[in-house]
């Protein structure tokens, strides 16, 4: 007879308590833990994958090795023919490891994932869903107008049944839409609580690492933006992606978190279509205005979103505030940065921005966090208080102090490189990233300066 215990869980941080605490002395919430029944079974979570089966392996107990004894050998990667995906997870898909692919509701995780299945022609796809039909699954194959006689469509839950399934079709790579909604005969609490959601992790992670097949998982995110479920399921995967973007927009950014077999600062830019998602190879073209006339408040910032240098157009509208006190709001920047840059404005260069309201929009609904964009949020600033359109063909790229000084950027060569493919003729950069660099080998003019002042007197004069 199995043993039932009665455990409490916090929703939060996954921590366990054998009685109910009003905080968590974990994640310090309150309110959070949860009464769950866990059952112990004779079957460890470990080997759950192989009970559902009959067919059971022997395994050979490990031994401590030198470091000089072992042998390393770079696994092949498994190409996914999606450019993007492919520099997200640093060159493929690697044999045996778990992704997860986190996002909002209706951002389009599902879409990416049969997407990136019916891509693989050549390998036999297990899609296993237990939020759509098979109907559903089905229609939005069929928008994308691809055809793959390897893909199969399982709706099921229950991974007990699953692990049946996948003993059967042996498939090449497993897509499981979504953790959430699987659910263990080895644990009697809900679908989607904490200890289930360890648990079915776990057969799956012991599966692939096992099988050397790869198994991406789709988890949903909380209201704070973070993958729902307890925080040691990012521990436990070995590759954590976001999917991010506006879902009233068309640009959505596959963003890495975790990585253990890439780097971590890397992106991928797709555009939502009625077919599917687009992959967006120069995201540049896309996020400027393709505009004639020159308006005032409009500046080109150039900034790097991992290791992709990104041309992107800052807009400010500056306007006498109505009410008593300014309004400061930005979009897609750090508005607390906002805020320090119109004070550097206001005590550096003698503007007045305190009877102002200032609005600050990123085209193209990125959110974007770094500091070469500053000299570009100040221009248009500027641009937008006089009514002064910025000289076209001109960006910048500079950190601004709180002493109205211009600091060095990093990887300014790849900006350069970035605004001369795109036609730019002109770029603001700080007098200390010119040392140690070959400007002359760019085709625009270059103006290495030491402060806000210069800047702003160059463009508006």
């Known amino acids: 007879m199995a043993k039932i215990k009665t455990v409490y869980f916090c929703q939060n941080c996954g921590a366990q308590s054998a009685k109910w605490i009003g905080r968590c002395p974990s994640c310090g919430e309150w309110n959070t833990y949860v009464e769950e029944v866990v059952q112990k079974a004779e079957v460890t979570p470990a080997t759950a994958w192989k009970a559902s089966t009959s067919v059971g392996t022997s395994s050979k107990a490990a031994r401590p090795k030198p470091l000089g004894e072992i042998l390393y050998e770079e696994e092949s990667r498994l190409n996914t023919h999606d450019g993007e995906l492919n520099r997200v997870l640093g060159g493929g898909l690697v044999p045996g490891s778990l992704v997860l692919i986190g996002g909002e509701p209706g951002i389009g995780k599902s879409t990416l994932m049969l997407q990136i299945a019916m891509q693989l022609k050549n390998l036999r796809i297990l899609y296993v869903s237990g939020e759509e039909s098979e109907q559903q699954i089905k229609m939005r ?10 893909l199969y469509i399982l709706t099921e839950t229950s991974t007990q049944n699953i692990f049946k399934q996948i003993d059967a079709l042996q498939p090449n790579v497993v897509v499981v839409d979504s953790i959430q909604t699987l659910h263990s005969q080895l644990v009697e609490s809900g679908a989607g609580s904490v200890s289930q959601v360890r648990e079915c992790t776990t057969e799956l992670l012991k599966y692939a690492k096992d099988t050397g097949v790869p198994v991406l998982l789709i988890g949903h995110i909380t209201k704070d933006g973070s993958i729902a479920g307890p925080k040691i399921l990012e521990h436990m995967v070995d590759t954590v992606l976001q999917f991010e973007g506006d879902r009233h927009l068309t640009y959505r950014i596959l963003r890495t978190i975790k990585n253990r077999f890439g780097s971590t600062s890397e992106l991928g830019i797709y555009e939502m279509q009625g077919s599917g998602l687009r992959q967006v190879s120069n995201p540049s073209e896309i996020l400027l205005s393709q505009r004639d006339e020159q308006l005032s ?61 200032v609005f600050l929009n990123i085209a193209g609904g990125l959110r974007l966090e770094d500091p070469a964009l500053d000299a570009a949020v100040c221009a248009a600033v500027v641009s937008s208080l006089n009514d002064i359109p910025i000289p076209g063909g001109v960006c910048l790229a500079a950190e601004v102090g709180l002493s109205g000084e211009i600091r060095a950027v990093s990887r300014l060569d790849q900006r350069l490189s970035e605004a001369e493919k795109l036609g730019f003729q002109e770029m603001y950069i700080s007098q200390f990233n010119g040392r140690g660099l070959d400007l002359g080998r760019f085709g625009l003019k270059v103006h290495p300066v030491g402060r806000l002042d210069e800047v702003l007197s160059g463009l508006f004069g």
């Open 297 to 357: 408040g409009v500046a080109i910032g150039a900034t790097l979103e991992g290791n992709r240098p990104l041309l992107v157009e800052v807009q400010a509208l500056v306007t006498p505030s109505t009410y008593g006190t300014p309004q400061r709001s930005s979009t897609g920047f750090d508005a607390k940065r906002l805020q320090m840059l119109l004070a550097v404005l206001e005590k550096r260069s003698g503007l007045r921005l305190g009877q102002h309201d």
């Open 141 to 150: 194959a069929e928008r994308m107008g691809q055809q793959h006689g390897g």
